[in-house]
C-alpha cells in the first residue's frame, strides 16, 4: 500500500515567504501581474515592465532583524514601488507609512540634484488586519484639494490592502482581478486554487512556488524562524501597550490626587485670607499668613 504525505502549506502572509515568492528575479514576472491588478482596480495606467531593486538573496536570513523584507521595483518611466507586507499590527500606521515614503520620496536626490527629478513613489501595504474604518479591502489615497479635489501632486500614492475584510468575500466564479491574489494571500485552502488560477492564470506561477517551498526543509526551517521572530515581535509590542495604558491610567490618577490636593490647599488659604480680612488685619501681614499674592488678597476685599 503505497503511503501519500500531504505537506501542509505554509502561510504566504509571512513576510519572508512573501518575498521569495514575489520578489526574487525568477518571480518578476508574478509581481508585474500582481502591481498591474492592483493598479487597475485603482483605475491607473499598467506596467509593461519593472526592475526589483532589492530581489531576494540567501542573505535575506529570517533570523535577522535587519532584514530588509519588503519588496522595492522601479518602472521603466523612473517610478518607485514599495510592496510590504505586515502580518501583525505595529500601530501608528498611517505615520509609519508617511516616514517610509518621505524617505523614499527624498532618497532619490543627491546633494545639489535639482527637484525636477524626483518621481511619483507608491506604497502598497497589504495588511492582516482591519486598519481604516470601512468596509473596502482596496483604499488608494493621493493628496488633492479639500474641496474641489484639484490634485497638488500625483507624486504620492499610497494603496492599502486589508486581507481580514474579505471575509465575506466568495471567490468570483470567472472573474479576474486583484480579489484573486488577495484571497490566495489570505490562506485560501488549496482546494480552491483550481478556480483562483483559472481566473487569474499569473496565480499558478505563485502557487507553485508556494508548493515547492512548504516541501523544502530548509525553507520551512527559514519560515518558522520569521514566524517565531514576528510572533515575539508582535507580543512585545502589545505588552507594551497595554503596559503604557496601564501607567497612563495610574499617572493619571496620581495628577488627579495631586492636584485635588493643591486645589484644596489653596481654598484653606482663601478662607484663611478672608477671615483676617473680616477682623481688619493689614494686607501684608494677610499675604504673610496666608501664602497668596497681594492681588489675591485685595479681590478677596470686594
Known amino acids: ?5 500531504v505537506v501542509e502549506m505554509l502561510d504566504p502572509r509571512n513576510d519572508f515567504l512573501f518575498k521569495r515568492i514575489f520578489g526574487s ?40 532583524k535587519q532584514s530588509i523584507l519588503d519588496i522595492r521595483a522601479r518602472t521603466l518611466e ?16 498611517d505615520k509609519r507609512t508617511l516616514f517610509y515614503w518621505s524617505k ?14 524626483l518621481r511619483k513613489c507608491v506604497t502598497i501595504n497589504i495588511l492582516n488586519y482591519s486598519f481604516l474604518p470601512n468596509s473596502r479591502y482596496h483604499n ?13 501632486s500625483d507624486d504620492m500614492e499610497l494603496h492599502f490592502l ?4 474579505l471575509d ?3 471567490i468570483p466564479a470567472g472573474s479576474g482581478g486583484l480579489v484573486n491574489w488577495l484571497l490566495f494571500l489570505k490562506g485560501s485552502n488549496p482546494s480552491q ?8 492564470p499569473g496565480l499558478k506561477k505563485a502557487m507553485t512556488t508556494l508548493e515547492f517551498l512548504s516541501q523544502d526543509k530548509e525553507a520551512r526551517l527559514q519560515y518558522e524562524a520569521r514566524q517565531k521572530y514576528l510572533h515575539d515581535e508582535a507580543s512585545m509590542i502589545e505588552g507594551a501597550r497595554e503596559e503604557g495604558l496601564k501607567l497612563g491610567k495610574a499617572e493619571g490618577k496620581a495628577e488627579g490626587k495631586v492636584e485635588g490636593k493643591v486645589e484644596g490647599e489653596r481654598q484653606k488659604a482663601i478662607e484663611i485670607a478672608r477671615n483676617m480680612l473680616n477682623m481688619g488685619l493689614e494686607i501684608d501681614v494677610i499675604v504673610k499668613a496666608s501664602g497668596l499674592s497681594e492681588s489675591e488678597v485685595r479681590s478677596l476685599e470686594v
Do not use: C
Not at 45 to 58: A, F, G
Not at 107 to 114: D, F, H
Not at 162 to 165: A, G, S, V
Open 140 to 152: 488608494v489615497f493621493h493628496l488633492t484639494e479639500d474641496r474641489t479635489g484639484i490634485p497638488f
Open 78 to 93: 523612473g517610478q518607485l514601488i514599495n510592496v510590504e507586507m505586515q502580518l501583525f499590527n505595529k500601530y501608528d500606521m
Open 1 to 5: 500500500m503505497e503511503l501519500i504525505l
Open 162 to 165: 486589508e486581507l481580514p475584510k
Open 25 to 64: 528575479e525568477e518571480n518578476r514576472d508574478v509581481l508585474l501581474t500582481f502591481l498591474n491588478r492592483t493598479f487597475e482596480e485603482a483605475g491607473g495606467p499598467l506596467l509593461t515592465e519593472i526592475v526589483l531593486l532589492n530581489p531576494y538573496t540567501d542573505k535575506d536570513a529570517p533570523r535577522d
Open 104 to 117: 523614499q520620496y527624498a532618497g532619490q536626490l543627491y546633494e545639489g540634484q535639482s527637484y525636477k527629478l
Open 168 to 170: 465575506e468575500h466568495e
Open 193 to 200: 486554487w483550481e478556480v483562483l488560477a483559472m481566473n487569474e
